[in-house]
């Protein structure tokens, strides 16, 4: 079983930015075969969750549209942590920052297998 564990949460004004890190306990993420990707999600206030993005054990990235640019995902192997910086922060990404890992590599929360508990994430105008 792996535990993934948020911080990093906070608030910010817009243009501000945060960092958020997730530490997978209980496991490496390179020796369990079971995960091939981490990623993050997001989930505003009465909506659903939405991915943000992903890496994968060899380090290969991607963000979704939305954040292209702006964000910043990458994994310490050996720490098993995975970090999204978060740049040029927008009112509306205000919400609960959540950290996943899976056996497949897609912003699609039906192909996580593991969730953190989430991290608040407030950016005010």
């Known amino acids: 079983q792996v535990q993934l564990v948020e911080s990093g949460g906070g608030s910010v004004q817009a243009g501000g930015s945060l960092r958020l890190s997730c530490t997978a306990s209980g496991h490496n993420v390179r020796s369990n075969s079971s995960i091939v990707c981490m990623a993050w999600f997001r989930q505003a206030q009465g909506k659903g969750r939405e991915g943000v993005a992903f890496?994968?054990?060899?380090?290969?990235?991607y963000e979704a549209d939305s954040v292209k640019g702006r964000f910043t995902i990458s994994l310490d192997n050996a720490k098993s942590t995975v970090t999204l910086q978060m740049n040029s922060l927008k009112v509306e990404e205000s919400g609960m920052y959540f950290c996943?890992?899976?056996?497949?590599?897609?912003?699609?929360?039906?192909?996580?297998?593991?969730w953190g508990q989430g991290t608040q994430v407030t950016v005010s105008s």
């Open positions: 890496i994968d054990t060899k380090g290969r990235t």
């Open positions: 996943a890992a899976g056996g497949a590599c897609r912003l699609d929360s039906d192909y996580v297998d593991y």
